[in-house]
């Protein structure tokens, strides 16, 4: 089959790679598209912790399930030729605060979904939302699930609160603004990005500013006295500036950090706003299973920015790169 492997010191290319074999307790799942994530960059430029080349990339993918072995060895077909997506949080244990010794991500060290085939375990099987296409399924697990742990079970965010997303354009945030917008809060996003902070705004932001300019936190501060949710998926120097518009008792969530060390805060910002400040990694099945009723109650859209046959491999991830995209690159298996 062909597949997107990694073979260490920035070489990622499509390639030949032995077709997976369903074993106990998993799924041939046949992809027909699977979506880029940050982490996929991070393997490429060896910034990713724990890489083990080669190894197939991807932590995304809709498919149709080919074959079932249960814990028995025997074949199953109750998920046989049905449309699922997969959820890429692997092992994630029995407590819903954190993840357990056994937690790994889909796409290394596990082989990946950048390829025509992949074995996943039966528990990361779902049905794929029937009101979203195959780019829309494939772009949904992982920033999916991320978004609403970070606003439902991490932030508990309410309905007509006030939300600040930051970095808007990116799937995550993206994903974040539909479920924030469909709970019915009021939401301000960041983009240095005209077109992203104008796409936010038609797609139901109230609020876009351009997280360059030095008076930014101030002009949204003055306009709704501030924000009760965060969340952020940069953290760096910016990060102080964001909590600049946090209101008193506000949560701040912080889902990732592209923009490096968070520095520049003074530390009576955090005690006298008495400011909650929350980490947040992937998350439980629970809220995987629970996303995806929530997608499927309000029948939300997914914001796909471009898809790519699979051997366009480097035109995608460059697209990723550039951080030009809005919403999420999704890689096609076929042209079918």
């Not at 369903?22 to 060896?46: F, H, K, P």
């Not at 970070?150 to 990116?170: K, M, S």
């Not at 701040?252 to 060390?261: D, F, S």
Request: proline residues 6%.
């Amino acid at each position: 089959m062909q597949a997107v492997v990694f073979y260490g010191d920035g070489d990622s290319r499509v390639t030949s790679w032995p077709k997976p074999q369903v074993q106990s307790g998993t799924a041939l799942l046949r992809v027909e598209a699977a979506a880029l994530n940050r982490r996929d960059l991070w393997i490429v430029m060896g910034r990713y912790p724990g890489v083990k080349p080669p190894v197939v990339l991807g932590s995304d993918a809709v498919g149709v399930v080919e074959a079932v072995a249960n814990d028995a060895n025997r074949e199953q077909t109750s998920w046989c030729g049905q449309r699922v997506v997969v959820n890429p949080s692997l092992g994630w244990g029995a407590d819903q605060h954190r993840q357990g010794p056994d937690f790994e991500i889909l796409g290394s060290p596990r082989q990946g979904t950048f390829a025509q085939w992949v074995v996943v375990p039966l528990e990361a099987l779902h049905p794929a939302p029937k009101h979203l296409d195959l780019a829309q399924c494939a772009a949904l697990p992982l920033a999916g699930l991320t978004a609403y742990r970070a606003l439902f079970t991490r932030a508990c965010v309410q309905p007509e609160e006030r939300v600040l997303i930051t970095g808007i354009g990116g799937g995550v945030a993206q994903m974040a603004l539909s479920f924030a917008r469909a709970l019915g809060c009021r939401i301000a996003v960041t983009s240095a990005d005209a077109a992203k902070r104008q796409a936010a705004l038609q797609a139901g932001a109230d609020w876009a500013g351009d997280y360059t300019d030095p008076h930014w936190s101030a002009a949204l501060q003055q306009e709704w006295g501030g924000v009760d949710v965060i969340i952020d998926g940069s953290a760096g120097p910016g990060l102080a500036q964001a909590l600049e518009a946090a209101d008193y008792g506000a949560r701040v969530v912080i889902y990732g950090g592209t923009a490096g060390t968070i520095d520049g805060i003074p530390p009576r910002v955090l005690f006298w706003k008495q400011l909650t400040m929350l980490g947040t990694t992937m998350g439980s099945d629970a809220d995987f299973a629970a996303m995806l009723r929530f997608v499927h109650k309000h029948q939300l859209p997914i914001v796909v920015d471009q898809t790519y046959p699979l051997d366009q491999w480097p035109q995608a991830l460059q697209r990723l790169r550039s951080s030009a995209q809005t919403g999420k690159v999704v890689l096609r298996m076929s042209d079918e």
